[in-house]
């Protein structure tokens, strides 16, 4: 999580949508910072608003606007499923190695998921409280050039990103069934894709 007090922005840090490029390219610009732990690095919207946006409210009669990045869901899964396939993963109860893509979207459409699949939501991670204060601007994570474009304009400067936490290839072939009931199952994350810039 990135927060820029002047310009009245905070960059909320959804996992696997190449956020950590931009806190090493920003952190020194931002005048709030988080990077662990994992609960707070990654604060969903309503996790936000309740701690950090509350602050800024009590303290300086103020808000900061919300931006955040939103990956195609089984994109956002691949990545999830690569990741946690990385060899200093092996007999960790996350690990992905011994399974196909297809089983780690079947396991994640179980309730309750194995730990292994239990990666959380980007829906929910947009998920406002009742009361509270939503995202603002949502990028898709395939528009980098307008998510680069919007950072630059509204802090004034020219952003250097490099490659950073970068998943290992695997293969992420799904069945058109599994594709077909994970579409159904979980529509509010296509939804929520969709509903980006």
């Known amino acids: 999580m990135l927060v820029f007090y002047k310009e009245r922005l905070a960059f909320l840090a959804v996992p696997k949508t190449g956020s950590t490029a931009y806190h090493s390219a920003l952190h020194d610009r ?7 732990p994992p609960e707070l ?5 309503r996790r936000y608003d309740r701690f950090f946006q509350n602050v800024f409210r009590k303290m300086y009669d103020t808000e900061m606007e919300i931006m955040a990045v939103v990956r195609e869901p089984i994109d956002w899964l691949g990545s999830w499923y690569r990741f946690r396939g990385r060899d200093d993963r092996i007999g960790h109860p996350h690990s992905t190695r011994d399974m196909s893509f297809d089983e780690f979207v079947q396991a994640y459409m179980q309730n309750p998921r194995p730990e292994y699949a239990n990666v959380g939501s980007q829906s929910q991670f947009f998920r406002a409280r009742s009361n509270g204060f939503g995202a603002s601007h949502i990028f898709k ?3 980098q050039d307008k998510i ?3 950072l630059q304009d509204r ?11 970068v998943s290992p290839r695997r293969e992420t072939h799904l069945t058109p ?4 009931k994970f ?10 894709h969709e509903a980006a810039i």
Request: hydrophobic share 35%.
């Open 30 to 36: 931002a005048d709030f910072v988080v990077t662990g």
């Open 41 to 45: 690095k990654h604060a969903p919207v």
């Open 141 to 143: 994570y395939e528009n």
């Open 148 to 150: 680069l474009n919007f």
């Open 155 to 165: 802090l004034n400067m020219q952003i250097e990103l490099s490659q950073e936490n």
């Open 177 to 180: 069934e599994t594709e077909q």
């Open 183 to 192: 579409r159904r199952r979980h529509a509010d994350e296509f939804i929520c």
